[in-house]
């Protein structure tokens, strides 16, 4: 049987690292005996250039047919934030309407990277910690209106979408190391002290075996910087969320390296790198590919149920890292910075040498022994 993958490369290096996470999880797919085809389509500031939307319907069905949605970036300089139509709108309404409400985006650093974060080394090796950021709620979506003198955005969240959100982050937690870190504004504002009395009735009473803290979200941003390993998982509302990961992607070496996951109830789900679209690396080909490709291994993972799939592109992208086919984000000084397509290039490299290693006998034996 067939899978079908919408791809939409956006804006900016979107598609420049879009195409090459792309190739990489057919050749993984394919490698462990999967089809996947894939469909393109538009969305952000192209798609409002070509089409005057930036979620044109025709997207839209594309990914509403798909098992999963393989997402570069949005938005740019050409389209600036006074502009009615943005092209921010397009991915906002995509999560929306897709109903995806839970964004995964998990925090680790491979040790050849580890110079390129600005954090001693120390505060970071051996790092892994899991946002769970609520997508479809909040602030993001509220009412919002503008006077002359006044601007107003509604936040506002129900008791169903905290609970929905607290589960899959407990769910995490309780695969992991069963701690969950529970962020929110409970000394001011009254969604979050909902969020905190909802977060504790749903932990105490279906993951007990979980334990549970609460933070406020600016020491939350303090320890995130001064005791990243004291953290497992962390669930949060969406805004909270957004700037979260943006500092937690410090913690990674460079925002280029962070995958993300946004799913629902069901199987299908939209996967982009959290690094945005760019502008000013756009077209040059020196963008880091290693976080779209990623994002590609956790389409594979919960998409797709291809877990093997998934796990030889995370295998993959460690073994280019190891190699030292680094963009210049991560090259450290006086090291030759690989292009994104060298980069990716290394990675497909990587998959087929561990396939073909996977295939000889006597080499399983080995591996087995
Ligand atoms: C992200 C981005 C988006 C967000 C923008 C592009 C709308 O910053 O995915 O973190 O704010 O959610
Ligand atoms: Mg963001």
Sequence with gaps: MSRLVAVLGGDGIGPEVTELAARAMVEAATLHGARVELGQALIGGCAIDQTGSPLPDETLALCRSADAVLLGAVGGPQWPPEAKVRPEQGLLALRQQLGLFANLRPVTIHPQIISSSPL???LLRGLDLL???ELTGGIYFGAKRREVDRAEDVCSYTVAEIERVVRVAAGYARARRRKLTSVD??????TSRLWREVATRVVQTEFPDVYL???LVDSCAMLLVRAPKSFDVIVTENLFGDVLTDEAAVLGGSIGMLPSASLGEGP???YEPIHGSAPALAGRGLANPYGAILSAAMLLRHSLALPEAASAVE???SAAVEEGVLTEDVAGPGWQPATTREAGSAVLRALRRAASSRS???SLLEERG
Aim: proline share 8%; charged share 35%.
């Design 120 to 122: 001693r080394p120390e």
């Design 131 to 133: 946002v769970v950021r």
């Design 185 to 190: 504004k409970a000394n001011v504002l009254e």
């Design 213 to 215: 803290e609460h933070q």
């Design 268 to 270: 299908r789900g939209l």
């Design 315 to 317: 295998a993959a992208v």
């Design 360 to 362: 000889r006998p006597g």
